[in-house]
């Protein structure tokens, strides 16, 4: 069996190497997130935000790219924040207002598109490892955990210049609260998992290198 994943794993790389010039190409990426968190208490959103990074495409072959990424993501949600949620309902001061719940995130991933022959339209799919830089959680008295794993699929059109059109979705697979949801002092409780949902819509550009 062993030997078997061996040789299946050579072939694999033969056949995206074969007939091929390997090429490397540098390149920006940005556009608009629409994010949301899957099961947050209380009525919830999307929120629109933006994400920016840099790429470099390794190109093995006319039908496969492996492209690594390096990215800033501002996610979260929109939601009404309702006391009820956070506080005594008969508490005076109780209140229903629009808030924002921000996570950002840089980001580092890899995805492998898988191009149409002789067209400039592909499909592409990875994982990426999300690394927390900064959030508003305080506000809510809790904290999201520091790292989430995502997977990504997609898919795009490159023109000749290099310029690229992209639509994909990210999936987070970690609970942002790391264990069993939310639990609070008057006994509110959460045990869905809370978990970042995203759809980009943004354009790149690879510079072509001699």
Known sequence: ???LTVFAFVLFIGLITSNAQVTVSPGLRGGLNISDLSN???NTSSKSDFYIGGLVAIKFNKYFTLQPELNYSRQGTDFRL????????GDPNFYSRNTKAEINYLTLGAVGKFHFKGKG??????PSIDFKTDDNFDKFGTSPEGVDLSIVAGLGYTLPNGLTFEARFKQGLIDIYGYDGIDYDDGYYYNDLILNQVFQIGISYTFKVK
Do not use: Y
């Open 40 to 42: 947050m208490p209380g």
């Open 82 to 89: 309702s006391s009820l949620a956070f506080e005594n309902p």
């Open 121 to 126: 339209f592909h499909v592409l799919a990875g």
């Open 1 to 3: 069996m062993k030997k």
